[in-house]
T-cell receptor
Framework: KQEVTQIPAALSVPEGENLVLNCSFTDSAIYNLQWFRQDPGKGLTSLLLIQSSQREQTSGRLNASLDKSSGRSTLYIAASQPGDSATYLCAGPRPGANNLFFGTGTRLTVIP | DTGVSQDPRHKITKRGQNVTFRCDPISEHNRLYWYRQTLGQGPEFLTYFQNEAQLEKSRLLSDRFSAERPKGSFSTLEIQRTEQGDSAMYLC????????????????FGPGTRLTVL
């Protein structure tokens, strides 16, 4: 069974700091990976998708990379803002499948 | 593109009652997924449809749960004889079908239905 670990579980940083969130899969055969943001009591917002042919994706202040050989991904957030406070989840499908396996998330708090 | 919508947003019910949730995917998205999320955990896959066909069901989907997508558009998830352990956020997602049956396409999630079973 695919298990996904996200480190750290919680993170608190002052506004303006750069930060890195980590995600790793027990089954390193990950072809695609999505990073999501979830605000308390809300649904998931897709942030970045790394397809099987890619190693990283960038959107604004966010950059996600995927090392398929080790089954690890990182989400880099530059110049953090209080509005970035949320839980960040990584997820990927098993090869040949479509359903996503999720980590338990990293709860980020950016202090003004 | 109006996004994935779910109804109701909140449902409180008594143990033993039946409940039904609805999901409207993004139009032209062929695939529709149901997930369940409990407090402090990531979502867990329940089932998915490609058009009107239910192609995969998780072991989490006990026989009290049934999902349908009769015309390949909206979907319903019914829970019969609810139990307190069914209390969770039920999330729906949809994606396009492109690149063949084994390719992966970005999933977009709805706001969820929060179920509380008393």
């Amino acid at each position: 069974k695919q298990e996904v670990t996200q480190i750290p579980a919680a993170l608190s940083v002052p506004e303006g700091e750069n930060l890195v969130l980590n995600c790793s899969f027990t089954d390193s055969a990950i072809y695609n990976l999505q990073w999501f943001r979830q605000d308390p009591g809300k649904g998931l917002t897709s942030l970045l998708l790394i397809q099987s042919s890619q190693r990283e994706q960038t959107s604004g202040r966010l950059n996600a990379s995927l090392d398929k050989s080790s089954g690890r991904s990182t989400l880099y957030i530059a110049a953090s803002q209080p509005g970035d406070s949320a839980t960040y989840l990584c997820a990927g499908p098993r090869p040949g499948a479509n359903n996503l396996f999720f980590g338990t998330g990293t709860r980020l708090t950016v202090i003004p | 593109d109006t996004g994935v919508s779910q109804d109701p947003r909140h449902k409180i019910t008594k143990r033993g009652q039946n409940v039904t949730f609805r999901c409207d995917p993004i139009s032209e998205h062929n695939r529709l997924y149901w997930y369940r999320q409990t407090l402090g955990q990531g979502p867990e896959f329940l089932t998915y449809f490609q058009n009107e066909a239910q192609l995969e069901k998780s072991r989490l989907l006990s026989d009290r749960f049934s999902a349908e997508r009769p015309k390949g558009s909206f979907s319903t998830l019914e829970i019969q004889r609810t139990e307190q352990g069914d209390s969770a956020m039920y999330l729906c997602a949809s994606s396009r079908l492109a690149g063949g049956p084994s390719s992966y396409n970005e999933q977009f999630f709805g706001p969820g239905t929060r179920l509380t079973v008393l």
